[in-house]
């Protein structure tokens, strides 16, 4: 049955689960408890969540084009994750967890640690450093309760962007060393509390131009490591997601930058080759080391100045759409974690969270607060989707 915003405001009101005004739901059957393993990308397709889809159909009906309003509407079934990047983005969650189809799996991106985006401003969060308690209490055990109340769900968790890699890499920022412990005790509770039989857990590793360096693959897979013992290896963990947001191709040669002057000291030039030295790195680590790759943006090549640019590349199109036929036996699935449309950071300078990169050349303008609808940049998506809609 589908509930529009009237009838589920009417659901609301009788306490059968919450929901904004703003998002319809498709209300499924009850499924039976749910037991994953291996890869839960195999027999599941990734659901298409209501958040994403109701940007998406709004999107599409703004557009005069027809024929790029139809194509727009294909987006909206596109599975992608939904992004719990507050503690009130919990309020929903219910509703979406009770709305995916028995046969299909939600993912989802834990993303509320104290100190959020220590290396950057366009991400800041709302939990300032030190507050770990409330990380572990109003968010982790909160998200905990609602999916402990949909075991017939299946999930896939996607923990905290950034947040790892960052400690390898931007260690010497005074924010990142202010976040240190929040960040490393704060993922190891995650993963502790989110070792549930329908939930597999995937945590963050950068990309290929980040922890695919010769020198930061050993230190970053023993990062990785180091936290998921002190969580006492959970056995829902089944590895890690590269690209999350990111630009870079799955498959390249030559890579995007390897002929640049540096290129020689970094051998993961792709997403793929990246997979395969980091799955090796993490072994050795003893970390669990099956990968997702986030293809939703990274259709078209060479747009970047940098390879550490980050903003709203400019040119950019929706990639491959979420699959489990990546041909390459480490990698469980492509997926969209990054929901094509939402801005990574606003392009405006006097703004409290405006981040340089934001303003670089080869970003988008003008471009809205990270997280919130950019229509321009989703049509510029869409007419440069590989394949196309
Ligand atoms: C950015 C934003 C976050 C949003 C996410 C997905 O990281 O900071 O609020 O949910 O992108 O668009």
Redesign the pocket.
Known sequence: MKFSALLAAVTLATGAYALPANETVEKRATCSPVTLSGNPFTSRKLFANSHYGDYVKTAAAAITDSTLSSQALKVADVGSFL?L?TISALDTLDGHLKSVPCDQVIGI?V?DLPGR?CAAK??N?ELAVGQLSTYKSSYIDALVKIIKANTGTAIVALVE?DSLPNLVTNADLSTCKASKTGYEDGVAYALKSLNLPNVVQYVDAGHGGWLGWNDNLKPGAEELAKVYKAAGSPKNVRGFATNV?GWNAWSKTPGEFENAPDGQWNKAQDEKRYVSLFSAALKTAGFPNYAIVDTGRNAVQGLRDEWGDWCNVNGAGFGVRPTSSTGDSQTDAFVWV??GG???GTSDSTANRYDSFCGKADAYKPAPE??TWNQAYFEMLLKNAIPQF
Do not use: I, L, M, R
């Open positions: 992004w990047d991106v993303y985006d366009a991400s969060g962007p947001a990054k929901p939402e801005s990574d990270a997280g």
